[in-house]
């Protein structure tokens, strides 16, 4: 049984994992050491099943724990050509990694599984979200982009779940501390989704067949899950979609405590 097993996600840590519990890929690897291995054991993964870290782009909040994690579990690091550049150049990591390359566009298999780099319009150096394909399921985790391109769109299309970024509720950025320049660089088009632009691409995607979603990357300054979720459900209902039929959604945790989304399961908003 494949699944979607989000260790943590927010604006401080990112770190999801696609796979059986025997085997598969992390995406980021914005998490110490430490909670890593605390959270794999808690969904009933084991510490072998990583066979490699796919990396987005080079932000903290997704590479913070991903020299030490790779490092100590032998697992090769991909990231497009900018992407890994960019880390090797900051000092976050070094070439004692098994660091390979991924092209936008390109796909690679690896075991039972094959992952495609989709390019992201984000204010880094060369970003992606990877859309996985696995026996019985395909699934894209797809955060920090400042809008969703045709591309982004198009893989988005063909999965089974989706994992999307829903970073900022647009009242709550309105009246943020945060200074002008950034709120700008957080709406532009090489920032992060709002509730809104999320909740918009669900119904599109909900119309199209795509059934699970998962929305990630929250704000803590910024967002609320209650607020992201009901944007969310309350779009999709008035497209006409049904809960439970048309489709199930979960907001992401900032930390997991042992839930997975997976082929066969109703996804709900809590841990338990």
């Not at 019985?136 to 198009?154: F, I, P």
């Not at 909740?199 to 929305?215: C, I, Q, T």
């Not at 907001?251 to 082929?263: D, E, F, K, Q, T």
Request: some cysteine; aromatic content about 6%; overall charge negative.
């Amino acid at each position: 049984m494949s699944l979607l097993y989000s260790l943590c996600s927010s604006s401080k840590g990112n770190c999801h994992y696609v796979g059986t519990p025997q085997s598969g890929v992390l995406i980021d690897g914005g998490i110490g050491i430490r909670n890593y291995a605390a959270q794999l054991a808690l969904a009933g993964v084991s510490l072998t099943a990583p066979k490699a870290v796919l990396v987005t782009h080079e932000h903290s909040d997704h590479v913070s724990g991903l020299q030490k994690i790779a490092l100590r579990h032998h697992l090769p690091v991909y990231g497009t050509p900018g992407t890994l550049d960019a880390l090797v150049q900051k000092g976050i990591l070094d070439y004692s990694l098994d660091l390979r390359l991924i092209q936008p566009g390109e796909t690679v298999s690896l075991g039972d599984q094959s992952f495609t780099a989709v390019p992201t319009p984000h204010d880094s150096a060369q970003s992606c979200c990877y859309r996985v394909e696995q026996a019985d399921q395909t699934v894209m985790v797809c955060t920090d982009l400042g809008r969703v391109t045709q591309e982004v769109h198009n893989a988005l299309l063909s999965c089974d779940t989706v994992l999307l970024e829903s970073n900022y509720d647009e009242e709550m950025m309105a009246h943020s501390p945060y200074p002008y320049f950034l709120r700008q660089r957080i709406r532009g088009g090489r920032g992060h989704l709002s509730n809104g632009a999320c909740a918009e691409e669900l119904v599109l995607l909900a119309k199209a067949g795509v059934k699970r979603f998962v929305l990630g990357h929250l704000s803590q300054e910024n967002n609320r899950p209650e607020l992201a979720y009901q944007n969310a459900l309350t779009t999709l209902l008035q497209a006409g979609a049904v809960p439970g039929g048309d489709f199930t959604l979960w907001v992401a945790p900032r930390m997991n405590c042992g839930r997975v989304v997976a082929p066969e399961e109703t996804v709900c908003t809590e841990c338990g």
